[in-house]
């Protein structure tokens, strides 16, 4: 592969790009129609109404991750042949940090509209600035606080604290990631057993981290009467904490799937980029927790 | 080896090894395949776009409801908007993208093939949900309707007041984000990792450029967009108060977030418009580019003011004061790198010796058309006078020069001018020159006159009118419906030269300049193209 | 490869654009093709405003235009066979970037100013609260010089009847109504000129006074747009915003505007009439309504089913035929025509309970309505269309 560095692999056609998009119709319309009469009418589902479209979701799911799981075995397949040096290797780095960009853009709109919420909205809401008239007229009970525990019509419920569940997960978190780092600096210097161990490790702080944002979730929906109805805080704590908390799941099996890969001795010293890109992944999903705990539970 | 996989050794003559077949264009891994099929889909979802529109043209023809009912015109309304945003315009400039970056920058392919194909076929099928809801709503039973709130759907006319499509349009809303960002990751990957040795930043085509800065665009606010009909979803269906003041949140909210993405949005639809306009004009005017560099800055500055002004589009929502002028200040200041980008094309034409092949034509029409779309966007920026023209046809006026007779004509004069390297065929000349001159003239009958009833106080996404505004409308329908039939001139032309009918096209037949890659490989370009990287001096 | 028709129509579009421009000036004073001046001091700032960034806008479009015309005509090939080496100057680069800088300040400032002058909604002598509905809007009254409680309240609808908009298409030619021109300011036999434009109950405001609108919705956004007075604001629900005007005496008269947010089906359809009238006559007008307010709902009976069939096809026509069609065929809403609400008897409680509360999309009308209305409406629906239950509602039904 000598010359490999001058040309640049272009891989030969392929089906799963076409069937990715299928599964992702699939998903689609069953999503779509899947809401629609399960949310609207609320009982729907207990009638068994709409699980045609439900079916129709899982089906795509199922089809989605199938479709992958074939594209990515092409891709290891090629990996170990070698074909992924020189140039080809920058890409997928290249390609791996836009999209970690893009999802931390996709972050942003959440955070963007939290800051938004509690800078102006609530204020205006209880008549700062010129919108006296908005507050007297139209919310005169209202009155403007954060986290917002009273919404504009009433509804009540309770402001999650900053310590307690979440201080232990952003521990979990900051942990996993120098765990994670260790075993990436083992899987450099080629110690096979502490590799293991750590990543192992990681793997198992994901999921604990996931099972007591499962247990907060119960917690608030149970006994705090914080659910996606209580407002905006509800809105932004749930939204916020929820899709980060999908992308910690996210991360959590890409670094099993790597932990997997490592088992079956598909890693060199030299040869780890899909490792790499999981890593990259998961500090992100870090970063943001950080952002999350100070922003939404602390301050 | 070759360049293609370890298992095929048998890519010597690569020509003729092109796959065939439904595989070859179902399971491409080939920029040029790719890109003619994103050029295909784009052109029929403008056919399809415009089809709307002429509905929309025949309703307004006259005062009176008299074609369809007031409900249906909002759902044309909208899908148009959509599927010329969404489906025409970024598709044909990812088509195009996808053409000649590679070609240009001497690179063999995009950087990752498959995820470029994948980039593609997600749109048919989202325009497959988003389109369906308009047939149902036509001709289904009991007329369930369609998107009808705007394409840029508002709060809460499209969470609380949304008809069930809503769910699927945004669904579909994020299969095209998707799509747009992954083809926007394949392209500024290609251009910072594929670049031909000595291909420095700085000899890149302008249109390579642009289309980098427009690429980081798509990366940083496509996701924003998804985030925004995200909400919508759970607004909906899941009880959140994102866009209702009673739970503590705010419609106006979800304007800005859709303008933050909107505002770039309509830079994305221009940017390569700028960079096709730089690479045509030298080539006709024989004489390099004016101030190559000084292009270059003013188009990351456009891209850069960009992310600062979208609250241009909601001056009358009530914001302070304070927010009010800075969004006024900054949206004039984008008219000065706009301004520096005309003036170079200007002083590349200045004593140049120019023709006007086709091509040149349509770029020529562009400055002076796209101007014109600018300085009313100008006008529109200043926010007391806006209060006026806002949610007018005025606006109407405005993004249809900067859009029609700018994106549309700039990707009309890249056809023209890389058609003979895509099909090895020059476009039909007799066929082209009429295309022309009937879409310029119609193009300015139906878009001059919304100035005039924009500014008489027609309200847009109105579906009857009070009688003052009956004359103009009248002229402004017959200029759609002949500007619409111009367009299918351009369906033969493509057509002819798909079928590859015509006079043989040499390899530069407009005598490019030897920097120009693209004019360096045989027309048509074959399958496989610098599986070498060539070496830029 | 040189095309001389190119040349010739270049020729003939850049004389045509300015002799265009020539005759601009005599189009700007026409309300008809330019912004309009309106009526009161702000309305014709902005106007100044816009006429000055106009002629700015096309001196520079026209310099563009015209220079990319010379160039097109003198650097074309058959003239300059040789083209010339130049590509890049530093000195004029930076110049075609500062002074259009300038350009832009000298825009700014006065936008500023006026922009400022408009946000000022301070020391005004009316206030009325301004709600968009689907597809309505209703005025309130909250104060006027010394009186803080005001309290007259009302909904003003669409006045033109469905059967001028709904036209077959292209019945009568190429201009079915005459063209403008010809019925500028005149009532043409097939719809009124102000057809779209009218309302059924207009805001009536006093001249020289500062009058401050309390802008709000109640559903979706809606926008509160009158052009001669030089404002748009959009009435957004949960929130109001402010906007002032003040009519100098002297321009009473009738003034129109329609809503400028997309809010649905009928956008196109509500519209805002303003009379401005003199202060004397707006203070008789104001206590007329409130005594009118005051005396409490009209619950005289109906004399005779008729009497209730006629004001209840007018209320029908004006408030529910949008939704449910004008031969109550349904559209929005449901049918009528033979349903099991407007025909059974035991849903005739029903009937009265959805036009009070209303019941998902369909709107409360207990506001909107008076009791007298409502019986009418209800006694309407259930004998037209072939419905013939013979039901007479009587307002006292309703008032309970
Ligand atoms: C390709 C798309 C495109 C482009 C390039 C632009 C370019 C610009 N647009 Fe436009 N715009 C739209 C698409 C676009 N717009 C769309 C789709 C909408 C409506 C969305 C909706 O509501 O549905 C819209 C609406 C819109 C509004 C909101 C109007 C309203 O709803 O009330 C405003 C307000 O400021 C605006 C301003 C501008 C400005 C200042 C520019 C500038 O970038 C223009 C700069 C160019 C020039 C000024 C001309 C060239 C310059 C010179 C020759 C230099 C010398 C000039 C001077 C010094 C003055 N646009
Ligand atoms: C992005 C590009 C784009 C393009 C290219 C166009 C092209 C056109 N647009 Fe569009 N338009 C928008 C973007 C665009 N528009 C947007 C964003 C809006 C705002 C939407 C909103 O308010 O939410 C809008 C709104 C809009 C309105 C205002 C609607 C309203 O406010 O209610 C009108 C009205 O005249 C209009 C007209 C036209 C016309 C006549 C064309 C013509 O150029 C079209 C040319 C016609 C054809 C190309 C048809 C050719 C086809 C045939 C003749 C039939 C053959 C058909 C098949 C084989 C399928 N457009
Ligand atoms: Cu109300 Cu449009
Ligand atoms: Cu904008």
Same mark, same amino acid.
């Given at each position: 592969?000598?010359?490999?560095?001058?040309?640049?692999?272009?891989?030969?056609?392929?089906?799963?790009?076409?069937?990715?998009?299928?599964?992702?119709?699939?998903?689609?319309?069953?999503?779509?129609?899947?809401?629609?009469?399960?949310?609207?009418?609320?009982?729907?589902?207990?009638?068994?109404?709409?699980?045609?479209?439900?079916?129709?979701?899982?089906?795509?799911?199922?089809?989605?991750?199938?479709?992958?799981?074939?594209?990515?075995?092409?891709?290891?397949?090629?990996?170990?042949?070698?074909?992924?040096?020189?140039?080809?290797?920058?890409?997928?780095?290249?390609?791996?940090?836009?999209?970690?960009?893009?999802?931390?853009?996709?972050?942003?709109?959440?955070?963007?509209?939290?800051?938004?919420?509690?800078?102006?909205?609530?204020?205006?809401?209880?008549?700062?600035?010129?919108?006296?008239?908005?507050?007297?007229?139209?919310?005169?009970?209202?009155?403007?606080?954060?986290?917002?525990?009273?919404?504009?019509?009433?509804?009540?419920?309770?402001?999650?604290?900053?310590?307690?569940?979440?201080?232990?997960?952003?521990?979990?978190?900051?942990?996993?990631?120098?765990?994670?780092?260790?075993?990436?600096?083992?899987?450099?210097?080629?110690?096979?057993?502490?590799?293991?161990?750590?990543?192992?490790?990681?793997?198992?702080?994901?999921?604990?981290?996931?099972?007591?944002?499962?247990?907060?979730?119960?917690?608030?929906?149970?006994?705090?009467?914080?659910?996606?109805?209580?407002?905006?805080?509800?809105?932004?704590?749930?939204?916020?904490?929820?899709?980060?908390?999908?992308?910690?799941?996210?991360?959590?099996?890409?670094?099993?799937?790597?932990?997997?890969?490592?088992?079956?001795?598909?890693?060199?010293?030299?040869?780890?980029?899909?490792?790499?890109?999981?890593?990259?992944?998961?500090?992100?999903?870090?970063?943001?927790?950080?952002?999350?705990?100070?922003?939404?539970?602390?301050? | 080896?070759?360049?293609?996989?370890?298992?095929?050794?048998?890519?010597?003559?690569?020509?003729?090894?092109?796959?065939?077949?439904?595989?070859?264009?179902?399971?491409?891994?080939?920029?040029?395949?790719?890109?003619?099929?994103?050029?295909?889909?784009?052109?029929?979802?403008?056919?399809?776009?415009?089809?709307?529109?002429?509905?929309?043209?025949?309703?307004?023809?006259?005062?009176?409801?008299?074609?369809?009912?007031?409900?249906?015109?909002?759902?044309?309304?909208?899908?148009?908007?959509?599927?010329?945003?969404?489906?025409?315009?970024?598709?044909?400039?990812?088509?195009?993208?996808?053409?000649?970056?590679?070609?240009?920058?001497?690179?063999?392919?995009?950087?990752?093939?498959?995820?470029?194909?994948?980039?593609?076929?997600?749109?048919?099928?989202?325009?497959?949900?988003?389109?369906?809801?308009?047939?149902?709503?036509?001709?289904?039973?009991?007329?369930?309707?369609?998107?009808?709130?705007?394409?840029?759907?508002?709060?809460?006319?499209?969470?609380?007041?949304?008809?069930?499509?809503?769910?699927?349009?945004?669904?579909?809303?994020?299969?095209?984000?998707?799509?747009?960002?992954?083809?926007?990751?394949?392209?500024?990957?290609?251009?910072?990792?594929?670049?031909?040795?000595?291909?420095?930043?700085?000899?890149?085509?302008?249109?390579?450029?642009?289309?980098?800065?427009?690429?980081?665009?798509?990366?940083?606010?496509?996701?924003?967009?998804?985030?925004?009909?995200?909400?919508?979803?759970?607004?909906?269906?899941?009880? /959140?108060?994102?866009?209702?003041?009673?739970?503590?949140?705010?419609?106006?909210?979800?304007?800005?977030?859709?303008?933050?993405?909107?505002?770039?949005?309509?830079?994305?639809?221009?940017?390569?418009?700028?960079?096709?306009?730089?690479?045509?004009?030298?080539?006709?005017?024989?004489?390099?580019?004016?101030?190559?560099?000084?292009?270059?800055?003013?188009?990351?500055?456009?891209?850069?003011?960009?992310?600062?002004?979208?609250?241009?589009?909601?001056?009358?929502?009530?914001?302070?004061?304070?927010?009010?002028?800075?969004?006024?200040?900054?949206?004039?200041?984008?008219?000065?790198?706009?301004?520096?980008?005309?003036?170079?094309?200007?002083?590349?034409?200045?004593?140049?010796?120019?023709?006007?092949?086709?091509?040149?034509?349509?770029?020529?029409?562009?400055?002076?058309?796209?101007?014109?779309?600018?300085?009313?966007?100008?006008?529109?920026?200043?926010?007391?006078?806006?209060?006026?023209?806002?949610?007018?046809?005025?606006?109407?006026?405005?993004?249809?020069?900067?859009?029609?007779?700018?994106?549309?004509?700039?990707?009309?004069?890249?056809?023209?001018?890389?058609?003979?390297?895509?099909?090895?065929?020059?476009?039909?000349?007799?066929?082209?020159?009429?295309?022309?001159?009937?879409?310029?003239?119609?193009?300015?009958?139906?878009?001059?006159?919304?100035?005039?009833?924009?500014?008489?106080?027609?309200?847009?996404?109105?579906?009857?009118?009070?009688?003052?505004?009956?004359?103009?409308?009248?002229?402004?329908?017959?200029?759609?419906?002949?500007?619409?039939?111009?367009?299918?001139?351009?369906?033969?032309?493509?057509?002819?030269?798909?079928?590859?009918?015509?006079?043989?096209?040499?390899?530069?037949?407009?005598?490019?300049?030897?920097?120009?890659?693209?004019? /360096?490989?045989?027309?048509?370009?074959?399958?496989?193209?610098?599986?070498?990287?060539?070496?830029?001096? | 490869?040189?095309?001389?028709?190119?040349?010739?129509?270049?020729?003939?579009?850049?004389?045509?654009?300015?002799?265009?421009?020539?005759?601009?000036?005599?189009?700007?004073?026409?309300?008809?093709?330019?912004?309009? =001046?309106?009526?009161?001091?702000?309305? =014709?700032?902005?106007?100044?405003?816009?006429?000055?960034?106009?002629?700015?806008?096309?001196?520079?479009?026209?310099?563009?235009?015209?220079? +990319?015309?010379?160039?097109?005509?003198?650097?074309?090939?058959?003239?300059?066979?040789?083209?010339?080496?130049?590509?890049?100057?530093?000195?004029?680069?930076?110049?075609?970037?500062?002074?259009?800088?300038? +350009?832009?300040?000298?825009?700014? +400032?006065?936008?500023?100013?006026?922009?400022?002058?408009?946000?000022?909604?301070?020391?005004?002598?009316?206030?009325?609260?301004?709600?968009?509905?689907?597809?309505?809007?209703?005025?309130?009254?909250?104060?006027?010089?010394?009186?803080?409680?005001?309290?007259?309240?009302?909904?003003?609808?669409?006045?033109?009847?469905?059967?001028?908009?709904?036209?077959?298409?292209?019945?009568?030619?190429?201009?079915?109504?005459?063209?403008?021109?010809?019925?500028?300011?005149?009532?043409?036999?097939? &719809?009124?000129?102000?057809?779209?434009?009218?309302?059924?109950?207009?805001?009536?405001?006093?001249?020289?006074?500062?009058?401050?609108?309390?802008?709000?919705?109640?559903?979706?956004?809606?926008?509160?747009?009158?052009?001669?007075?030089?404002?748009?604001?959009?009435?957004?629900?949960?929130?109001?915003?402010?906007?002032?005007?003040?009519?100098?005496?002297? =321009?009473?008269?009738?003034?129109?505007?329609? !809503?400028?947010?997309? !809010?649905?089906?009928?956008?196109?359809?509500?519209?805002?009439?303003?009379?401005?009238?003199?202060?004397?006559?707006?203070?008789?007008?104001?206590?007329?309504?409130?005594?009118?307010?005051?005396?409490?709902?009209?619950?005289?009976?109906?004399?005779?089913?008729?009497?209730?069939?006629?004001?209840?096809?007018?209320?029908?026509?004006?408030? !529910?035929?949008? !939704?449910?069609?004008?031969?109550?065929?349904?559209?929005?809403?449901?049918?009528?025509?033979?349903?099991?609400?407007?025909?059974?008897?035991?849903?005739?409680?029903?009937?009265?309970?959805?036009?009070?509360?209303?019941?998902?999309?369909?709107?409360?009308?207990?506001?909107?309505?008076?009791? &007298?209305?409502?019986?009418?409406?209800?006694?309407?629906?259930?004998?037209?269309?072939?419905?013939?239950?013979?039901?007479?509602?009587?307002?006292?039904?309703?008032?309970?």
């Amino acid at each position: 592969m000598a010359e490999s560095n001058n040309k640049y692999y272009v891989p030969d056609s392929s089906p799963w790009p076409l069937s990715g998009s299928i599964g992702l119709f699939m998903i689609a319309l069953g999503a779509g129609n899947f809401i629609q009469q399960s949310t609207d009418f609320g009982q729907n589902v207990l009638k068994h109404q709409g699980t045609g479209a439900g079916y129709l979701l899982l089906a795509g799911a199922l089809w989605l991750i199938g479709t992958l799981f074939f594209w990515w075995r092409d891709t290891i397949k090629e990996s170990i042949t070698g074909l992924h040096e020189g140039r080809l290797s920058g890409s997928y780095r290249q390609g791996m940090i836009w999209f970690i960009f893009s999802e931390v853009m996709f972050f942003a709109a959440f955070f963007g509209a939290m800051f938004y919420t509690r800078w102006l909205i609530v204020p205006w809401l209880g008549g700062e600035g010129s919108n006296a008239m908005t507050h007297e007229l139209l919310w005169p009970n209202f009155q403007a606080m954060w986290p917002l525990t009273t919404t504009p019509d009433g509804r009540e419920t309770q402001a999650m604290g900053a310590w307690g569940l979440p201080a232990i997960n952003t521990a979990i978190l900051l942990v996993s990631s120098i765990t994670l780092t260790i075993a990436h600096h083992a899987l450099i210097a080629g110690e096979r057993g502490k590799l293991i161990l750590f990543q192992g490790i990681t793997v198992l702080l994901g999921i604990f981290f996931l099972f007591l944002q499962v247990e907060e979730y119960i917690h608030a929906y149970t006994e705090m009467g914080l659910t996606l109805n209580a407002g905006i805080y509800g809105s932004l704590f749930f939204m916020l904490t929820g899709f980060h908390g999908m992308h910690v799941t996210m991360g959590t099996i890409m670094l099993l799937i790597m932990f997997l890969r490592i088992l079956k001795g598909h890693f060199s010293k030299e040869n780890h980029f899909a490792y790499e890109a999981a890593a990259w992944y998961w500090h992100f999903v870090d970063v943001v927790w950080l952002f999350l705990y100070v922003c939404v539970y602390w301050l | 080896m070759t360049a293609t996989t370890a298992e095929h050794h048998d890519h010597h003559d690569d020509h003729h090894h092109a796959p065939h077949g439904l595989k070859r264009w179902l399971f491409s891994t080939n920029h040029k395949d790719i890109g003619t099929l994103y050029l295909w889909f784009s052109f029929a979802m403008f056919l399809i776009g415009g089809l709307l529109a002429l509905v929309i043209r025949a309703e307004l023809m006259y005062p009176g409801m008299q074609v369809v009912d007031p409900e249906f015109f909002n759902q044309m309304t909208t899908v148009h908007g959509l599927v010329m945003v969404f489906g025409a315009i970024m598709p044909a400039f990812v088509g195009l993208a996808n053409w000649m970056i590679p070609l240009m920058i001497g690179a063999p392919d995009m950087a990752l093939p498959r995820m470029n194909n994948w980039s593609f076929w997600i749109l048919p099928f989202a325009f497959t949900i988003l389109i369906s809801s308009v047939l149902m709503s036509a001709f289904g039973e009991g007329n369930p309707s369609a998107p009808n709130f705007g394409w840029t759907f508002y709060a809460p006319l499209s969470t609380t007041y949304g008809p069930a499509s809503t769910d699927l349009f945004i669904l579909s809303v994020h299969m095209m984000g998707i799509s747009s960002i992954m083809g926007a990751i394949n392209v500024v990957v290609t251009v910072f990792n594929l670049r031909a040795p000595g291909m420095t930043m700085m000899k890149m085509p302008l249109f390579v450029w642009t289309w980098l800065i427009t690429a980081f665009l798509l990366v940083a606010v496509m996701p924003v967009l998804a985030g925004a009909v995200t909400m919508m979803l759970t607004d909906r269906h899941f009880g /959140t108060s994102f866009f209702s003041a009673a739970g503590g949140g705010d419609p106006v909210l979800f304007q800005h977030i859709f303008w933050f993405f909107g505002h770039p949005e309509v830079y994305i639809m221009i940017l390569p418009s700028f960079g096709v306009v730089s690479s045509i004009i030298p080539v006709f005017a024989r004489k390099q580019l004016f101030g190559y560099a000084s292009m270059v800055y003013a188009t990351a500055s456009i891209a850069l003011l960009s992310f600062v002004v979208w609250a241009h589009h909601m001056f009358t929502v009530g914001m302070p004061l304070a927010g009010t002028l800075f969004f006024m200040y900054m949206t004039m200041l984008i008219s000065v790198p706009t301004g520096v980008k005309v003036f170079n094309w200007m002083a590349t034409m200045w004593r140049g010796s120019m023709t006007f092949e086709l091509p040149m034509k349509w770029a020529i029409a562009f400055v002076i058309l796209f101007t014109c779309g600018g300085l009313s966007g100008l006008m529109l920026a200043i926010t007391p006078v806006d209060f006026q023209y806002h949610d007018t046809y005025f606006v109407v006026a405005h993004f249809h020069y900067v859009l029609v007779s700018g994106a549309v004509f700039s990707i009309m004069a890249a056809a023209y001018y890389w058609l003979p390297k895509w099909s090895g065929v020059m476009p039909n000349k007799i066929l082209g020159e009429l295309h022309f001159w009937s879409s310029l003239l119609s193009v300015n009958l139906l878009f001059f006159p919304m100035h005039f009833v924009g500014l008489a106080g027609m309200p847009r996404r109105y579906a009857d009118y009070a009688l003052q505004f009956a004359d103009y409308n009248f002229w402004i329908s017959i200029g759609a419906f002949w500007f619409g039939v111009s367009q299918l001139i351009f369906l033969v032309v493509a057509i002819l030269c798909a079928m590859k009918k015509g006079e043989k096209a040499p390899a530069n037949p407009w005598d490019a300049p030897e920097e120009d890659l693209e004019w /360096t490989v045989p027309s048509p370009a074959p399958f496989h193209t610098f599986d070498t990287p060539p070496v830029i001096k | 490869m040189q095309s001389t028709l190119f040349r010739r129509v270049s020729a003939a579009l850049s004389l045509l654009m300015f002799s265009g421009f020539a005759v601009a000036s005599d189009w700007a004073e026409r309300s008809d093709h330019n912004l309009r =001046q309106g009526v009161t001091q702000v309305s =014709q700032e902005v106007y100044d405003l816009h006429m000055i960034i106009l002629w700015i806008v096309s001196a520079i479009g026209l310099a563009v235009f015209g220079l +990319i015309m010379y160039s097109v005509f003198a650097h074309r090939r058959s003239k300059r066979p040789k083209a010339a080496d130049f590509h890049e100057h530093v000195l004029l680069e930076v110049v075609w970037t500062i002074i259009p800088f300038f +350009i832009l300040i000298a825009m700014a +400032i006065p936008a500023t100013r006026v922009l400022i002058n408009l946000d000022d909604t301070s020391a005004s002598e009316l206030t009325v609260k301004v709600t968009g509905y689907r597809w309505k809007w209703s005025y309130e009254y909250l104060s006027y010089k010394d009186d803080n409680d005001v309290g007259v309240f009302f909904f003003s609808n669409l006045k033109t009847p469905a059967d001028q908009f709904n036209t077959p298409a292209l019945e009568g030619g190429l201009f079915p109504y005459g063209t403008a021109a010809e019925n500028y300011g005149k009532e043409s036999p097939e &719809k009124d000129y102000n057809y779209m434009l009218e309302a059924d109950k207009a805001l009536v405001v006093p001249s020289g006074v500062k009058v401050r609108f309390l802008v709000t919705a109640d559903d979706v956004i809606h926008s509160f747009y009158v052009p001669d007075f030089g404002f748009k604001k959009d009435a957004i629900p949960g929130f109001v915003n402010e906007i002032w005007t003040n009519i100098p005496e002297g =321009q009473e008269g009738t003034y129109y505007g329609q !809503c400028a947010e997309l !809010c649905g089906k009928n956008h196109a359809f509500m519209p805002i009439e303003v009379k401005v009238v003199t202060q004397d006559e707006f203070a008789t007008w104001l206590a007329d309504e409130k005594e009118k307010a005051a005396s409490g709902p009209d619950l005289t009976p109906f004399a005779s089913l008729d009497d209730a069939m006629k004001l209840g096809e007018q209320k029908y026509a004006a408030s !529910c035929a949008l !939704c449910h069609g004008a031969n109550g065929e349904g559209g929005i809403g449901p049918t009528f025509v033979g349903s099991e609400m407007a025909t059974q008897a035991e849903h005739r409680e029903d009937h009265i309970h959805v036009l009070v509360n209303g019941r998902n999309a369909m709107p409360s009308f207990k506001a909107q309505l008076t009791p &007298k209305d409502i019986a009418a409406v209800i006694t309407y629906e259930r004998n037209a269309w072939g419905n013939n239950t013979g039901d007479l509602i009587q307002p006292a039904d309703v008032a309970k």
